[in-house]
């Protein structure tokens, strides 16, 4: 699958479409399995979660819902401040039920670990965290992911829902830019 000049800025091929597949079909079964006869919400963190949520859940044996965050950690320049902003908030209620967050990547965790506390705090039976990648070398603090699709090197990536100035999201795999592409 080609997506033509998209695809000249890709310096190297991480993760291929048919590697990101075979993962998701285990972690849909792994899900399916754990929640199965549970109320489950899933909860998308926009905006790069949309493809993981979006393949994920097609390919979920059990009922679930779905609802979508937007959150925003801000500070100076491209430093996070630690202080995050909920820019879209959750429709559901979550009292009672079981939340599964799902994300595309986890760098840091700073970000995430204030969702998780965030929703615990709203009365779900459960909170678990899936993502298709995780940076362990960047991690800032402890979060507990209960669903890892893939480790990865702390790499700038792009594709697959990751983006680089709002570009390459619809890219179907996971790969890093050419340094010349954003002037690295």
Request: glycine share 8%.
């Amino acid at each position: 699958m080609s997506n033509g000049s998209l695809d000249n800025d890709i310096e190297h091929v991480l993760l291929s479409t048919d590697q990101i597949n075979a993962r998701l079909d285990e972690i849909a079964a792994d899900i399916s399995r754990d929640y199965a006869d549970k109320d489950v919400l899933v909860v998308g963190v926009l905006k790069g979660a949309v493809m993981v949520v979006a393949d994920l859940t097609r390919r979920l044996t059990i009922p679930v819902s779905m609802d979508w965050m937007a959150v925003s950690s801000y500070g100076s320049g491209t430093k996070s401040s630690g202080v995050v902003r909920i820019l879209k908030d959750l429709d559901a209620d979550l009292h009672g039920r079981h939340v599964l967050v799902v994300e595309d990547i986890i760098d840091s965790g700073l970000t995430l670990s204030w969702l998780v506390a965030n929703l615990r705090s709203r009365g779900p039976e459960s909170v678990e965290i899936a993502t298709m990648l995780r940076k362990p070398d960047a991690a800032k603090v402890e979060v507990d992911v209960r669903y890892v699709g893939f480790d990865i090197p702390n790499e700038f990536v792009v594709g697959y829902g990751l983006d680089y100035a709002e570009q390459y999201r619809n890219l179907p795999y996971v790969g890093t830019l050419k340094p010349e592409v954003y002037g690295g």
